[in-house]
């Protein structure tokens, strides 16, 4: 345990270093607006913002561990960009996303973070909880830029610029043990195997499984990686030798994947079942495809790209015709879901005539009942709070459009109803 904490002490520490870098390099750049200028209509203008163009960042991972999903996301958040135009814009400007691939590099991530902020009004997406969470005092500081991250760390509460769309991962992995327990045989006294990536993702996803571990009177087995792990032979053996009868696993698709598959060669057969960022369709062409249909489930916060709602429909037709060699993931539904909720909120921050990033965070905050069309209806009013504590339970299936199918429709367990984030 001590081991552990000291991990990830060091992890904020070398990430609180490369802030303070990067802060400092560009703290003489100048700004392109200070929020007093008027521009077109009337409207109030700051970083960003232009009588033309209003400017979004994209903070990605096309080449790391999240690459297969990072890539939807960001086609998903393109194509919004390109919709909205072709139909005039929004407060008679022209949305123009600048992407950034940070390969899931803390330094790059950084980096990139600091060459855009002075340019953009805020941000559509930033993969990462540990970089998001490394920059979030700068964000509440001085930048003030909303940031939609693709994270669902708890430490990112509490902030009115960064706002976690849907559950955050405690809430999401205690919904989740919830469904072992109701649906899977999980029961008092048995062992639950938890994988977990090192970081604010892996830990705040083990509080949650311990929450529930606790009033469902589990033992939770902790298993601890790297992103950079991708075999996990060791684990898988571990958590056989502990006599486990489930196990979560808070990682990426790859190490989703490379679990499942080597439990299944090796005997472990038992449910498992992931956080939201792991799993991703293209697995199903993999070696691990048929034990993934068989014994592998993940909790989502919202329902997958196949659903039966007329957003979900229109959306597949939309990126099939834009992207006809990409397959279909959820990436697609959470970058549609981050962008229209962006969207909304410059549309409302125009109503009242002001476009500085503080005018698009005090518009957000009215958004209290935002419907995305996909089952989940996000309240953005409390930042102390997730937008949603509700999680769909999906099974990988091959034959379903997108490659998922809903076993779970939205819900919030008990145990994650009393829980505080």
């Excluded at 998903?76 to 814009?89: I, R, S, T």
């Excluded at 941000?123 to 003030?144: H, L, N, W």
């Excluded at 708890?154 to 610029?161: N, R, V, W």
């Excluded at 279909?328 to 500085?356: M, P």
Aim: net charge positive.
């Amino acid at each position: 345990m001590n081991h552990r904490r000291q991990a990830v002490r060091g992890l904020a520490a070398a990430l609180a270093a490369l802030v303070a870098l990067t802060a400092a390099g560009c703290s003489s750049k100048a700004k392109t607006g200070d929020g007093k200028v008027t521009g077109a209509g009337g409207v109030k203008t700051g970083e960003g913002v232009t009588d033309k163009t209003i400017a979004l960042g994209a903070l990605t991972d096309m080449t790391g561990v999240y690459a297969t999903l990072g890539k939807s996301v960001t086609q998903a958040q393109q194509l919004y960009v390109k919709q909205v135009n072709a139909a005039g814009g929004i407060c008679g400007r022209q949305l123009e996303l600048t992407v950034r691939d940070h390969g899931y590099d803390p330094q790059k991530a950084l980096a990139a973070y600091t060459e855009l902020e002075p340019k953009v009004v805020g941000y559509t997406q930033f993969i990462g909880s540990p970089f998001v969470a490394a920059v979030k005092s700068r964000v509440d500081g001085q930048d003030k830029g909303l940031v939609l991250p693709q994270a669902w760390s708890a430490s990112l509460l509490g902030s009115p610029y960064i706002r976690v769309l849907g559950a955050t991962y405690d809430v999401e992995t205690i919904n989740a043990v919830d469904f072992l327990v109701t649906e899977k045989g999980l029961k008092k006294g048995d062992k639950l195997g938890h994988v977990y990536f090192e970081g604010d993702y892996g830990e705040n996803a083990l509080a949650g499984s311990k929450h529930a571990a606790g009033k469902a009177g589990l033992t939770v087995v902790e298993q601890k990686i790297k992103p950079t792990d991708n075999d996990m032979s060791a684990q898988v053996a571990a958590l056989k030798q502990a006599g486990v009868k489930a196990v979560v696993i808070s990682a990426g698709p790859r190490q989703a994947a490379s679990f499942v598959g080597v439990a299944a060669a090796t005997g472990l057969r038992v449910p498992v079942v992931g956080n939201n960022s792991a799993f991703a369709p293209q697995l199903l062409g993999t070696q691990a495809g048929p034990a993934l249909e068989k014994m592998y489930w993940f909790a989502s916060p919202s329902l997958p790209i196949g659903a039966d709602t007329p957003t979900a429909k229109k959306l597949v037709a939309d990126y099939q015709a834009s992207y006809p060699g990409d397959g279909l993931d959820n990436g697609i539904v959470a970058g549609w879901t981050a962008a229209s909720v962006f969207g909304e909120a410059l549309k409302k921050a125009c109503a009242d005539k002001d476009l500085t990033r503080e005018g698009v965070d005090k518009a957000l905050l009215t958004m209290k009942a935002h419907d995305a069309g996909f089952g989940m209806t996000h309240d953005l009013g409390d930042p102390e709070a997730p937008s949603s504590r509700e999680s769909v339970i999906i099974q990988p299936d091959k034959s379903v459009p997108g490659g998922m199918r809903t076993v779970r429709q939205p819900f919030v367990s008990e145990a994650a109803k009393s829980y505080t984030p």
